[in-house]
DNA sequence: TCTACTTACGAAGGAGCGCTTCATTAGTAG
DNA sequence: CTACTAATGAAGCGCTCCTTCGTAAGTAGA
């Protein structure tokens, strides 16, 4: 019941506009037959709607594709350029920025080194280093953005505050969401990682197409993200996807497991502890193994809960961890075959350390979509 | 990406009808002025969509109200008489039916009492009665069934056959979808009923405007249903809610800790032993209360396992149990307080044993919008 | 009962948008 | 150089919504 408000003529005109620009941007520059074809538009009024969407600097014509019969038609494309998103990934050690046209393709990124102790004002200067090496790769000024999109470890709270942050101290208490907006003049979004990493696969990584993906983060700390219906589920109190915070979910001191194997040589440090374990079962050795039973073990009560409660299509692995995959996609799905009503398909993340920054990005280009097609305002022009 | 077409003068006429409807269902009988106010279209605009609608028979007119100053003015209601939804609600002991107008308002309901190992045939024939009776007592037939919303115990498959039902023998396997529709000529929709009752809360019940619900159905088996974005999960498979599958969540062996306990007369039937002790419970009997202890112990093991995952607004408790809601809820409110991140609100049900048909009348009656509002169509003539 | 006031009705005229139709134009193929 | 193909551009039509204005049908007060 959202839209009590009826329309007038260039109500009909503003959404054939529309129409166009979502017809342009799902297939590349269009001829105007192809796109009077599409939109079910007459040519004539096509021409129409592509005359103003030009006016107002949306769509521009494209040189017409030689060798073809008949007179070269006119061909339009949209104009992703003219303007652009940043994902930035606020992690422990470090923070990693993409930047992308307005159709989300990846036009540049940065990384830039951080401590995991290091102070506020130091983390923000890293944001700011990567925001601005990717507007600088790829030839772009501030005021060319449109959206900036993070993701930060911790738990937030639905206004972008950080609620608690165990991997980044500092982080904790700030106002995040504050602080980008007053180092970036245009929209900002705060998200946790996971939850971007969930979108990220369920957009471009393993999980493509699954309207209902359960993001399982393996790594020194456990997390989660959940796609329900193509969209990010943050929850009520943006709280969603906390299973390790359950006891008897047994996923708090899952990573243990790995750590504490006799296979990691005495004096390893912490974050490096459970590479040794798994590499060491990829080599067959018993002990290792039998850590990673252990561990799965562990894994596979919560992923289950998830797996049982939501009833996903798909349950993605990703975080650190899933570089060895390979030693841990059958024991899970061996257990959760047993645990689960109905099996889900379970996966190997595909996009690997950049999961994140693609998930910002998404999210911002999602966030870009809504406001387009939901909005009653007219189109502006843009510059 | 849903829709890329655009469209022509009919389109906006549709568009325009469309939002007169929904105007007209949303604020009773409304005058030409008030409508025209509402959808911000122009009085003479108003008029030839109302006549439209007239001719169609989705609107007619009713006698102005007197006492106003001025002319009087015309007014017009929404005809919800010309359709009927139905829901069901095919319990063990029981097949209950409700039957309601376009717009969900109850008209009749009927209750039928069936065995729980009654024979395949005869419960079919109770609800046959069921709806019959409905049909009889608003004076209504069989030709003004638009849809019929069934909602039964059991696991579902996504196109309506019953997968596993524990609490009616002769229900597993079979395509309760298809046999419905040999019965009634008209849309059937099949849902799990825990699932149901959830929408049920969430529309006119304890969590009435919440988005995001979690509904737990506490008796003598535990089930749940959910509610995302203010729409039922069914999950991929449509066995999302299942965690009494889970061990660690202690859920299917909750309920013995209130059958088992020694306040419960010997020989008492096992369906009617929990009472006793909720009973006692409420009286302050000791043994009781620790029994109940241990049964909030178990469920809210499970619930916190839901709440942490989707972090939803409120959590309604229904099912048999929750008629001793006052001695569950407070013992329920306080493990959740400590197990989970953000502290939902936690209600009984207010609905009752009418939540099941309720809620698949409202499921039923969603469907019908999405059918009006996302279609293509034109309106079609009624009558 | 009559008059003033209020509010809705209905008809007329105009502007915007999309449609169809058709002669024209700019290419390729032989 | 000619035939063919496919897009272009202009003209005319119909529909939907808009604004404006005189008229109609009630109530309130003298």
Request: glycine share 10%; with cysteine; aromatic share 4%.
């Amino acid at each position: 019941m959202a839209n009590l408000r009826g329309g007038d003529l260039s109500r009909l005109r503003q959404l054939n506009s529309l129409t166009a620009i979502r017809a342009l941007r799902g297939a590349g520059p269009l001829t105007l037959s192809a796109l009077a074809e599409r939109t079910g538009l007459s040519r004539p009024s096509m021409k129409e709607v592509a005359d103003e969407l030009m006016e107002l600097g949306w769509v521009e014509e494209v040189p017409p594709s030689p060798g073809t019969m008949g007179r070269p038609a006119r061909r339009y494309r949209f104009r992703a350029d003219s303007g652009c998103l940043v994902g930035v990934d606020i992690g422990g050690h470090n923070v990693r920025a993409a930047l992308s046209d307005l159709d989300g393709v990846i036009l540049a990124e940065t990384r830039q080194p951080v401590l995991p102790d290091a102070p506020l004002e130091e983390r923000l200067a890293a944001i700011d280093r990567a925001v601005s090496g990717c507007l600088a790769l790829s030839g772009r000024s501030a005021a060319d953005l449109w959206t900036v999109a993070a993701g930060t470890t911790g738990v937030l709270t639905p206004e972008g505050r950080i609620a608690f942050s165990a991997a980044i101290p500092a982080w904790t208490g700030l106002d995040l969401a504050a602080k980008l907006r007053e180092m970036f003049p245009c929209q900002v979004l705060i998200e946790n990682d996971s939850r971007l990493a969930a979108l990220a696969e369920a957009r471009r990584g393993a999980a493509q197409g699954a309207r209902d993906v359960v993001f399982l983060h393996v790594g020194r700390r456990m997390g989660t993200g959940l796609i329900i219906d193509g969209k990010v589920h943050r929850g009520f109190g943006a709280a969603a996807g906390e299973i390790v915070m359950l006891p008897e979910a047994r996923w708090y001191d899952a990573p243990e497991h790995l750590n504490a194997c006799e296979v990691v040589p005495e004096g390893t440090a912490p974050e490096d502890a459970a590479g040794y374990t798994l590499a060491a079962a990829r080599d067959g050795h018993p002990v290792a193994l039998a850590a990673v039973d252990r561990y799965v073990d562990d894994l596979a009560v919560g992923a289950a809960a998830m797996v049982l409660v939501l009833d996903p299509q798909m349950v993605v692995l990703g975080g650190g961890f899933s570089r060895s995959a390979d030693v841990l996609l059958a024991p899970l799905r061996e257990r959760l075959e047993r645990a689960c009503m109905r099996m889900p398909e379970v996966r190997a993340s595909t996009l690997g350390d950049e999961c994140v920054v693609m998930g910002a990005i998404d999210y911002a280009a999602d966030h870009l979509d809504r406001e387009l097609f939901t909005s009653d305002a007219p189109l502006t022009p843009l510059r």
